[in-house]
């Protein structure tokens, strides 16, 4: 399990707010996104939309989809463009890496957000920097990376709490100001030699699960044999045996039945919406007793057991069906995906591969109401996002190279 959980007690870290920090970072942008994260170029498209709603003088949320690491420092193109610096709400643990890391990311404008419980800090500062309405405020609505490029996950409405707060404190300015919320599609394409570039992922793959290297097979056909041995092995740990059946059921399966378990013995009633949400819970609920350092060191270890079953289960979450396909059209950073997160899952190793050209899309302003609609099944600023992010995401989609693997479907 990657260090995404600290057993620490929790600290806000605030932004910087100056200006001459994020004008500096930008100039070694380009050289960062280039030399370690394999990111060659970035294209802004209708940037004329947030910039209208720039010079209209409106508290600004920007709300990406996050399909990788690298998306944050990808939107800082975009205030390049339009001349401005960004403020960006962030997980806790990543300010826990090094010193560096910390001192880029508070002068970049980010702010620290605890996922493991209810962050007031973070939420009056977000909201503050949309009252204030001097830079726009970026917020990953989807609440985790989801490393698969076109599917838009569950949506945490923590952003539209945090957008209507704001709006409700701008109507009572004098004028009355507004704030709006820009979706941003990001979407990577691959422009290296897709089969050097993973080939050498599958076969040390392979390697630890003691095969002979799978090169004679055609592509979809290791896909599916790491895939299965994957499952396989998560099965075992968590029911001690491998279960039969298709793929994608098994795998919903011991999802469900995993947070079902561990939310029956943390009496967790409200689940969330989607398994980020779920998870956030059940992290929100065994966490504590270890920051204070309540309970024994068996009980610890339980807990740190079920805490990473929370991360796998959510790791697997992100395969989506039929994300990978064999008949055409087939979409090469589909494939890329699936193996990066084979990788991931596998190794706990986020490699960075490339090149990449990144197209930031601009959505259309969404005015939020300082009011919610209680009569609404579901949350219209929410839906708006998600709407706009996966029309986005479709359209640019359709621009992505086409490659035929074969006759099945992943």
């Not at 917020?139 to 923590?158: K, L």
């Not at 704001?166 to 979706?183: D, F, S, T, Y």
Request: net charge neutral; hydrophobic share 40%.
């Amino acid at each position: 399990m990657q260090n995404v959980v600290l057993e620490e007690p929790y600290e806000f870290v605030p932004p910087v707010y100056g200006w001459f920090w994020p004008w500096v970072t930008k100039k070694y942008l380009n050289r960062h996104l280039r030399k370690n994260l394999g990111i060659e170029s970035v294209e802004c498209r209708e940037l004329h939309r947030l910039s209208a709603s720039l010079e209209a003088g409106h508290g600004i949320l920007l709300a990406p989809n996050h399909c990788r690491m690298s998306d944050p420092l990808t939107l800082n193109f975009i205030a390049q463009k339009l001349g401005c610096s960004m403020h960006a709400m962030a997980s806790w643990h990543l300010f826990k890496q090094d010193r560096l890391t910390r001192f880029v990311l508070r002068r970049m404008g980010a702010f620290s957000v605890y996922r493991e419980g209810v962050d007031r800090r973070a939420i009056n500062t977000a909201v503050d920097i949309l009252v204030d309405a001097k830079r726009p405020l970026i917020v990953f609505p989807e609440g985790a990376v989801s490393r698969h490029n076109d599917i838009v996950m569950p949506m945490m409405e923590g952003t539209a709490f945090i957008a209507r707060t704001a709006a409700k404190r701008r109507q009572k300015l004098v004028p009355p100001g507004k704030v709006v919320i820009h979706p941003i599609a990001i979407r990577y394409f691959f422009r290296g030699d897709l089969m050097a570039t993973i080939t050498p992922v599958l076969e040390e793959i392979e390697s630890h699960f003691s095969w002979y290297s799978q090169r004679d097979k055609p592509l979809i056909s290791r896909l599916q044999q790491i895939a299965q041995a994957l499952l396989s092995l998560k099965e075992i740990e968590y029911f001690g045996s491998a279960r039969t059946g298709d793929f994608y059921v098994r795998v919903d399966q011991l999802i469900e039945d995993e947070l079902a378990k561990l939310e029956k013995e943390w009496k967790i009633k409200n689940s969330g919406e989607g398994v980020v949400g779920r998870v956030k819970n059940l992290r929100t609920a065994i966490l504590p007793d270890m920051v204070n350092n309540n309970i024994t060191p068996e009980e610890r270890h339980r807990r740190w057991k079920q805490l990473t079953a929370c991360y796998y289960v959510q790791q697997m979450s992100h395969y989506p069906q039929k994300y990978v396909r064999t008949t055409e059209p087939n979409i090469p950073e589909h494939l890329l995906e699936t193996v990066e997160r084979f990788e991931e899952d596998f190794t706990d190793r986020v490699s960075q591969h490339g090149p990449f050209h990144v197209v930031l899309e601009v959505g259309e302003a969404i005015e939020v109401d300082s009011r919610r609609d209680r009569s609404a099944k579901t949350d219209p600023v929410m839906d708006g996002i998600r709407t706009q992010l996966t029309t986005m995401l479709t359209a640019l989609s359709a621009e992505s190279p086409r490659i035929d693997v074969g006759k099945e479907s992943f």
